[in-house]
């Protein structure tokens, strides 16, 4: 079985730092991607970053995040990491760990972990 397993969330001032990480376990395939999603309070869940697994690591941001956010991942360990950068307190949500399986696409999601940039 699956599980996907995000930390590294809590309070930081705004233009501090935070590195999330998540790891996946069970994986029995290949995974596609992994990346990281927010939902702030309101708001519809959104893309923050991905990274290709097991190709060219290839990334994509959001254009909100690009230039302040960092995602790297390991593939033999099925680990995916955000350092997050000059945090602004519009960056307050619970981020989401995603891991994509190559074959079909399936979306396997971790609990989330809440960020909160408050001064």
């Known amino acids: 079985q699956v599980q996907v397993v995000e930390s590294g969330g809590g309070l930081v001032q705004p233009g501090g730092s935070l590195r999330l990480s998540c790891a996946a376990s069970?994986?029995?395939?290949?995974?596609?991607?992994m990346g990281w999603y927010r939902q702030a309070p309101g708001k519809e869940r959104e893309l923050v970053a991905t990274?290709?697994?097991?190709?060219?690591?290839?990334?994509n941001y959001a254009d909100s995040v690009k230039g302040r956010f960092i995602i790297s991942g390991d593939n033999t360990k099925n680990m995916v990491y955000l350092q997050m950068n000059s945090l602004k307190p519009e960056d307050t949500a619970v981020y989401y760990c995603?891991?994509?399986?190559?074959?079909?696409?399936?979306?396997?999601w971790g609990r989330g972990t809440l960020v909160t940039v408050s001064s």
């Open positions: 995603n891991l994509r399986r190559l074959r079909d696409g399936s979306n396997y």
């Open positions: 069970g994986v029995d395939f290949v995974i596609n991607a």
């Open positions: 990274i290709k697994i097991n190709s060219d690591s290839s990334t």
